[in-house]
């Protein structure tokens, strides 16, 4: 993070500048950005879980640099601290046990967490519902049986859909990211979904492009859910979109990472290389969606100088 996160350090010997991250990545050349600020500016006094996996943990991630570089971040007071002990039983009842992490402040008093949550269960949904005010969330990649997901998708949004009609709340599902993995269907085209690699004859790692843009399963369930029409308040965030053409700005070979974890066979197509302009242009879909939000423009929200 202090190589491109710190508003006073420039990056480390041997990296790209920012500058030149933004000139090479054409695929977010023409989309619209959002800084954080902005984001945070329509939500004073409010609580942002990000709730999901590895993918939405680099989320918060580049939330995290976000405040360092923009220079909104406020240390953690002791009330908040508090708070957060305080609303860690919630979680402890659920399979996992784990309560949100990484917490953080930004001007307005705005309050952000991170929830490590892979799969829908019950006294997990329930516990986030009782913490934040705004949740965005997705638990696709973890799920390989689409009836399962879809099942979980209708439970949980029975209850999140109730939260965001709320006054100041909100509730944004983002789409499952894209993966690109080679020879990934059998049926002859690419859904980059799993690796079909034969490692005895290739043992090269290799990210390929997605042939046909409407393959993903977990969207598929995903839209047929919203579609219902049984939960209105619930905004989709278009994630997949973003990340369909970044076949090139994945992780790769992760074998050659310096703790050689999973050594023999570990092949990264779907976590992502950072990109500032790629997690500003999802920026600005989070804001987008939030003024679209039932509850957050039902919302009168505080005086503007609590941002000066």
């Not at 992780?251 to 703790?259: A, M, Q, S």
């Amino acid at each position: 993070m202090p190589k491109y996160c710190s508003p006073r350090v420039p990056p480390a010997r041997n990296w790209p500048s920012e500058d030149r991250l933004n000139q090479i990545d054409v695929h977010a050349a023409n989309r619209a950005q959002a800084n954080l600020a902005d984001v945070v500016e329509l939500l004073p006094n409010r609580t942002i879980l990000l709730m999901g996996d590895s993918v939405m943990e680099q989320f918060y991630n580049t939330l995290q640099c976000f405040l360092r570089r923009e220079s909104i971040e406020l240390p953690n007071d002791e009330r908040f601290l508090q708070w957060v002990a305080q609303t860690a039983p919630l979680w402890r009842m659920g399979k996992r046990k784990k309560p949100p992490k990484l917490p953080q402040r930004a001007v307005g008093n705005t309050r952000l967490l991170y929830a490590r949550v892979t799969t829908y269960q019950a006294d997990e949904v329930l516990a986030a519902a009782a913490t934040a005010d705004v949740i965005i969330l997705n638990w696709g990649l973890h799920y390989q049986k689409m009836d399962d997901y879809q099942r979980d998708l209708l439970n949980a949004f029975t209850v999140l859909d109730a939260l965001a009609a709320q006054p100041g709340k909100a509730v944004l599902y983002s789409e499952t990211g894209a993966q690109h993995f080679k020879a990934s269907d059998p049926r002859g085209y690419a859904t980059g979904e799993w690796e079909g690699r034969d490692m005895s004859t290739d043992a090269s790692c290799t990210c390929k492009p997605i042939e046909d843009f409407n393959v993903n399963a977990r969207n598929r369930v995903l839209r047929s859910v919203l579609m219902s029409g049984k939960f209105p308040h619930i905004r989709t965030l278009p994630f997949y979109d973003l990340t369909r053409p970044r076949w090139r700005w994945h992780f790769g070979n992760c074998t050659h990472r310096p703790n050689g974890w999973n050594y023999h066979t570990c092949c990264d197509c779907t976590h992502f290389c950072f990109s500032p302009a790629m997690w500003h242009a999802h920026l600005h879909s989070v804001k987008q969606e939030l003024l679209q939000a039932t509850g957050i423009r039902s919302w009168t929200r505080p005086d503007p100088r609590l941002f000066s």
